[in-house]
Structures are given as C-alpha cells and as structure tokens.
C-alpha cells in the first residue's frame, strides 16, 4: 500500500471558479477526513466518512464546499465559487476506525495546496 | 469547544533535548496524539497516550496527565532532521482529532 495519496498537489484557481481534490485512502481504512491547514496553524476538520456515510461536517463547511464518498473508497472535496480565504492546504487521512486499534491513528497524505487569486 | 494550547517556537542545540508542552481543555477525552510536521509535508504520526504516564519510543517520549489536561513530547539526542513542526492533538470522542497551532522546533549545529 502507497498511503493516502491526494490529488492534485497543487491547484491554482482564479476567484470564482470551481475546483476539486481526491483522495485515495489506504485501502483497509473505513475511516475518511478532510482538513484544512493554513500557515503556521494547525489542521482545522472539516468532515468525516464512515465507509461512504458522511457523520459530521464542521462549521468552517460552507454551502460552497461538499464533499463525497460514494463507494466508500476514495472521496472528493469540491469547493464551488473559490474565495481568496479558501486558499488553505487541504488534507485527507484514513484510519481503521475498529475497536481492535484502539488508538486509531490517521495517517495523512501529503495535502491539495490551493491558491486562489 | 476545544482549545489546545503550545509554545510557537522552541530552538535547541544538536545533540540536546527538547520538551514540548500542551495543554488542552476539551469537551470530552479519548487519547492524546503528537504529530511531526515537516514543511510542505503531510504530518506523520509520533505517539499516542490515552492512560496517565510516560509512553517512550526511541528519541522520542510523551507523557500524559489527565487531571492536569496536560502532555509533553521530549526530543532527546536532537538531530538536525527533527527540525520540524510537532502538533498536539487531542480526540475528544471516538473519531475526531482536534489540533493545537503546532510548535516549530529549529535545531542548530
């Protein structure tokens, strides 16, 4: 398994116009997340997947962002009419999400950077 | 609400050590997480504590105390390549990590 690959890396986008990430999760993981980090911050969540059931999206989710995960395996993040404060790293991780790994530790693929002009 | 709070930034010589504190106040607690952070990467997992105490892994140690809402990470035999960024995270129910801002750590020679 490679990990949580995201795709694309980086995307620049003028103001108002669509775009979307994917994110392909390790592939025994049930458990999906998207983040959004920005510079010299933490991660902030934004929404989780359990299999293909979308369980909470936080707050910072405006209508302009949806996302989903149809089949239960890979999710797509969409963010529709692009401000200049959507400019952000976003971040997808998966976990296992079962009670035999306690822990249940997300592992993190190495991001979508946005820019918006 | 949750508010997790780290230092901005620590600097260390190679070869010390280095601890990182956090202090967390969350609505609810079900483990405690470190992450490393290296610029323009994807963050990687370091330690988990759920249970008061010392959890050691290599250079690498964190402890835990719940009563005091209270972890530190301690970097020992610093190398140049732990210069990084360490996030605390806290997991106040079964699935969501909540992150502090992260504490840049520069290691010089």
């Given at each position: 398994d490679t990990g949580v690959s995201q795709d694309p890396r980086h995307k620049i986008t003028k103001r108002g116009q669509n775009v979307t990430f994917r994110c392909d999760p390790i592939s025994e993981h049930n458990?999906?997340?998207?983040?959004?980090?920005?510079?010299?911050?933490?991660?902030?969540?934004?929404?989780?997947?359990?299999?293909?059931?979308?369980?909470?999206?936080?707050?910072?989710?405006s209508d302009r962002f949806s996302a989903e995960r149809p089949k239960g395996s890979f999710s797509t993040l969409e963010i529709q009419r692009t401000e200049q404060g959507d400019s952000a790293m976003y971040l997808c991780a998966s976990s296992r999400g079962d009670r035999i790994s306690g822990a249940n530790v997300l592992t993190f693929g190495a991001g979508s950077r946005l820019t918006v002009l | 609400g949750q508010n997790i709070d780290q230092p901005t930034e620590m600097t260390a010589t190679e070869g010390a050590i280095v601890q990182i504190n956090c202090t967390y106040q969350t609505s609810g607690f079900n483990g405690l997480f470190w992450y490393q952070q290296h610029a323009g990467e994807a963050p990687t997992f370091l330690s988990y504590n759920v249970l008061d105490g010392l959890e050691e892994k290599g250079r690498f140690s964190s402890f835990l105390s719940r009563s005091k809402g209270y972890s530190y990470l301690l970097l020992k035999e610093l190398q140049m390549k732990d210069s990084a960024s360490y996030l605390c995270a806290v997991r106040a129910n079964d699935y969501k990590l909540s992150f502090g801002a992260g504490t840049t750590v520069t290691v010089r020679a």
């Open positions: 458990r999906l997340y998207w983040y959004r980090q920005t510079l010299g911050q933490g991660p902030e969540f934004l929404t989780y997947f359990q299999n293909e059931a979308q369980l909470e999206k936080s707050r910072l989710l | -």
